[in-house]
């Protein structure tokens, strides 16, 4: 069974900076992409970023919004996802759920964590 | 980036109801093209992706058509289960974009 469990979200101050982990287990982690989603109160879903399997080099691609600021890594040894956040923002508040890339390409997210509420605030 | 517009923004219908939920892309995306399901305080739930395909153990009452610009996601027969709001993505080009979702009511 694909299980995403996300960890590490909380209260931070403007400016400040926070990092999410998200352990993986039910699949062959290195085999896959995995994305970060976050979700405003009240909001619609935004992506944030990828990062790519072993296969494509563990490449990188982000969102506009937060290109600069956050850093998306991955630890294979730890079947582990991260999301690195700096610089953080009132606006970066959300909902953070990580997501699997599925097994064709290019991948479409098939399996959800349950997410982590991130707030910026003062 | 790919603007996806999603409409209606929300409908209300009644249990056993046909269901159509348009989403189109503001440029060409072949069918890179999934739905998820998303009810209050939960994940999202992938329900298809290349536009038509459904995801492992998602009722057959679901379907996904299309390809380009113009995309449907249809529930054939409403049931208490399915009220909730529906998103439609492009996973084809970055940065991967959302569409603004369609919640669904019940009448």
């Known amino acids: 069974e694909v299980q995403l469990v996300e960890s590490g979200g909380g209260l931070v101050q403007p400016g400040g900076s926070l990092r999410l982990s998200c352990a993986a287990s039910?699949?062959?982690?290195?085999?896959?992409?995995m994305d970060w989603v976050r979700q405003a109160p009240g909001k619609g879903l935004e992506w944030v970023g990828r990062i790519r399997n072993k296969a494509s080099r563990y490449t990188t691609e982000y969102a506009a919004s937060v290109k600069g600021r956050f850093t998306i890594s991955r630890d294979e040894s730890k079947n582990s996802l991260y999301l690195q956040m700096n610089s953080l923002q009132v606006e970066d508040t959300a909902m953070y759920y990580c997501?699997?890339?599925?097994?064709?390409?290019?991948?479409?997210?098939?399996?959800w964590g349950q997410g982590i509420l991130v707030t910026v605030s003062s | 980036d790919i603007q996806m517009t999603q409409s209606p923004s929300s409908l209300s219908a009644s249990v056993g109801d046909r269901v159509t939920i348009t989403c189109r892309a503001s440029q060409g995306i072949s069918n890179y093209l999934a739905w998820f399901q998303q009810k209050p305080g939960k994940a999202p739930k992938s329900l298809i992706y290349?536009?038509?395909s459904l995801e492992s153990g998602v009722p057959s009452k679901f379907s996904g058509s299309g390809s380009g610009t113009d995309f449907t996601l249809t529930i054939s027969s409403l049931q208490p289960e399915d009220f909730a709001t529906y998103y439609c993505q492009q996973y084809g080009i970055y940065p991967l974009t959302f569409g603004g979702g369609t919640r669904v009511e019940i009448k």
């Open positions: 039910g699949f062959i982690f290195s085999d896959h992409y």
């Open positions: 997501a699997k890339g599925g097994g064709y390409h290019p991948p479409s997210l098939d399996y």
């Open positions: 290349g536009a038509s």
